[in-house]
């Protein structure tokens, strides 16, 4: 059972254009949702959060978005640029989950310049 | 910081051997996480500590795999006798009790033969 779900395995995009990740939840005791960024070779980072109080959050070029009803959230990036290419996951946490993170299956990004 | 230690970096060794992962986490992060991640699952947390207590262990696969935290400073993820499905990159990841956010280091690629 995939509580967390990251349906397009891959995405390329223009550099300057905008890059939409997608990522579905089917558990509504998360409450807490993260983004993580992963390059080859590397543990994933933290790229930014947003609690199930907000329906956006924004850290530079960089906003996600949280739709409650829909179990739904996505990563904006604008522009996109050709270091933005990696891994991102998507994570979520809550609940009797408090503490553990649960991921997505990933979205491979790819920037081309 | 040196952020979150892992070692080795990569382990190549033959079926039915034992095998044990390494890990230094930041220095004042109470929590530590282990993470399997294969192509086939993604990443799946295997286990998790608090305040060097096993908290949850509900994602340790087999008996063949056991984790100690003998102190604050140092966790080992432990494989006896490893099998050829157990090759994936390991990774662990460390935070704040409070918080969620987890910092990760950069995995062991672990190759059973």
């Known amino acids: 059972d995939q509580q967390v779900k990251q349906n397009s395995p891959s995405l390329s995009v223009q550099e300057g254009r905008i890059s939409i990740l997608n990522c579905d939840y089917t558990?509504?005791?998360?409450?807490?949702f993260l983004w993580y960024k992963k390059y080859p070779a590397e543990g994933p980072t933290f790229l930014i959060s947003?609690?199930?109080?907000?329906d956006k959050n924004e850290d530079g070029r960089f906003t996600v978005f949280l739709n409650k009803s829909a179990k739904h959230l996505s990563l904006h990036i604008v522009p996109s640029q050709p270091g933005d290419s990696a891994v991102y996951f998507c994570?979520?946490?809550?609940?009797?989950?408090?503490?553990?993170?649960?991921f997505g299956q990933g979205t491979i990004l790819t920037v081309h310049p | 910081d040196a952020g979150v230690i892992q070692s080795p970096r990569h382990e190549v060794t033959e079926m039915g051997q034992e095998v044990t992962l390494r890990c230094k986490p930041i220095?004042?992060?109470?929590?530590l996480f282990w993470y399997r991640q294969t192509m086939m699952r993604g990443l799946e947390l295997l286990i998790y500590f608090n305040n060097n207590v096993p908290i949850d262990d509900s994602g340790m696969p087999e008996d063949r795999f056991s984790a100690k935290m003998p102190n604050a400073s140092f966790s080992t993820l432990k494989i006896q006798p490893s099998e050829p499905r157990d090759s994936a990159v390991y990774f662990c990841a460390t935070c704040l009790s409070a918080g969620n956010e987890q910092f990760f280091g950069p995995g062991t690629r672990l190759t059973v033969l």
């Open positions: 220095s004042g992060h109470n929590s």
């Open positions: 947003i609690s199930s109080i907000k």
């Open positions: 994570a979520a946490t809550g609940g009797t989950s408090y503490g553990k993170l649960t």
């Open positions: 558990n509504s005791m998360f409450d807490y």
